[in-house]
């Protein structure tokens, strides 16, 4: 995204969408990756009532939101790129409210990864989770990425 600072995230968010829906994909290189053919599209106020759920201490990835939201709604899994576009605006929407605030930090990229793409990018992520306890471990020389330190041991279970 672009110009973030200049968009209405919460009007984004609350749109009125053609979703939820399930669609079933045919292409067989979709289905061999993803496990199955029913694919789920939920609308951004879901990714964002999933990510208010997780308290402080803990953090959720977006592979568990998209594989909770699957498993919740009979589908074999949930479209990748709508799930991060709209956890992005789960994230920035929060951001530019004062209260009903959505601890958006807490959700990380696949692997316990921070998300450059939330509003002040990874260090003010890096910043929130600190203070919440978490330690920010670095990894790379040329293509640097930053992770929770062992993740899967501060996974917040959605179900």
């Known amino acids: 995204m672009a110009n973030e600072e200049k968009k209405d995230f919460n009007a ?6 053609d979703m939820p ?3 079933i994909v045919t292409d067989e290189s979709i289905i061999k990756r993803y496990g199955g053919e029913r694919m789920f599209f939920a609308p951004p106020l879901a990714y964002d009532e999933l990510m208010k759920k997780v308290p ?7 592979e568990k939101i998209r594989e909770y939201l699957a498993e ?3 589908a074999d899994f949930t479209d990748p790129m709508t799930a ?11 951001h530019q409210r004062e209260e009903n605030i959505t601890p958006y930090w807490r959700t990380l990229k696949t692997d316990g990864e921070l998300n450059a793409k939330y509003p002040g990018g990874i260090e003010a992520q890096k910043k929130m989770l600190e203070e919440e306890g978490h ?3 670095q ?8 992770f929770v330190k062992d993740c899967e041991n501060v996974l917040f279970d959605l179900h």
């Open 56 to 62: 402080h201490g803990k953090v959720v990835t977006a």
């Open 84 to 94: 991060g576009l709209f956890i992005s605006i789960a994230a920035w929407a929060s």
């Open 139 to 146: 990894k790379g020389r040329k293509n640097i990425r930053f």
């Open 72 to 74: 919740k709604n009979c």
């Open 12 to 17: 984004m968010l609350r749109k009125n969408t």
């Open 135 to 137: 330690v920010i471990i």
């Open 21 to 23: 829906k399930t669609q």
